[in-house]
């Protein structure tokens, strides 16, 4: 199906939406790597700087534009790829590790080193990116989320136990039925 979706700009925040094909893998959407119907808009507004948050199809598109118009490119790197190795446990996990380390080291080091900065959401993002080969200043800006939420000493135990108990009793109702 081809997508119905059309070019959105906002001239006043001068941010244009892309189409693309929807591939079935979270909400991202395929895009060409070239928008012409963009390039025109991109000119008229005299950009100060491009911001760019994927690696693939409008990331390139991002790099491209940045070198075409001499406009500074910011990218904010979200994605540790080799942390997504559990997908793929029927498979040889250490192989499939190592491949992706290295996909991301190649990728990263051919998408970002034309950034003027890389923003890292963490230290250890940061850390794995200089380990990558990354030669653009990589700055951390954390995402915003409080992680003390997370921390196992500030979890409510009783709270955890209610909502065990809540769950086992909706089971046990939808097993009776």
Known sequence: TVNSEKFKYENENKIIRIPGIPIGI???????????????????WNLDVIHSHTEFGVGTFARIISKQFDIPLIHTYHTMYEDYTHYFNEYDIEMIEKMLKTLAGNLS????NHAQVVISPSQKTKETLIGYGLTAPIHVIPTGIDLKRYNLENIDKALINQLKEKKSNNINKISMV
């Not at 959407?29 to 008229?44: N, S």
Request: hydrophobic share 40%; proline share 4%.
């Open 109 to 112: 080091k051919l998408a970002h």
């Open 26 to 44: 979270y909400a991202y959407r395929l895009t060409g790597v070239y928008p012409l119907r963009a390039i025109e808009k991109i000119r008229k």
